[in-house]
């Protein structure tokens, strides 16, 4: 009874690395953060194909045009959930949320954690990777660069790689300072 044990969990023990596998900024790397409530990006396939930018997908868009395609959608007027159900009814695989520019200016490219709720994965990145997989140039910040219209995109490949943390305190209990 002299020790006590305290440890930390990693919520997010994955980090996601995407390269753009098609078009004028094919292998340009990138970063994502996936939804808290939708399926996982496969640990071990990880995620890819091409991509149908459908607008903000809120309840409408473009049909997936093969069951191989990710949904890429702008942020806002509706929510994650909202967004990621549309492309899950439309057929698509994955869908993939991205910054506009009147939210998150000056900072497009910011990455958050995003409360979403669907049955396929979903995934967040920042507005000039979006941009990029649309074929389109992002100014030196994103948040200039106007959104493109609707249409298809550029593919990607997404892999999952283990990132985890932790840590192990060893307190002494009768001074509470850890060993």
Not at 64 to 81: D, K, V
Request: overall charge negative; glycine content about 12%.
């Amino acid at each position: 009874n002299s020790m006590f044990i305290g440890t930390d969990e990693d919520f997010g023990p994955f980090r996601f690395l995407g390269t753009i596998t098609s078009g004028t900024f094919q292998g340009d790397t990138f970063t994502g953060t996936e939804g808290n409530a939708t399926p996982p990006i496969d640990r071990e396939e990880g995620l890819e194909g091409p991509t149908q930018f459908i607008g903000q997908g809120c309840g409408v868009g473009t049909p997936a045009p093969s069951p191989n395609h990710i949904a890429l959608m702008e942020r806002g007027t509706c929510t994650f959930s909202i967004k990621v159900q549309t492309a899950d009814a439309l057929g698509y695989k994955a869908a993939v949320i991205f910054n506009d520019q009147a939210t998150d200016a000056p900072n497009c490219d910011a990455q958050i954690f995003m409360l979403a709720i669907g049955n396929i994965p979903s995934l967040f990145v920042g507005r000039s990777t979006a941009l990029k997989l649309l074929n389109t140039d992002p100014s030196a910040n994103s948040c200039d660069t106007p959104t493109p219209p609707p249409g298809p995109g550029e593919s990607f490949t997404m892999e999952a790689e283990f990132d985890g943390w932790g840590y192990l305190h060893l307190y002494d209990t009768n001074t509470m300072k850890a060993i």
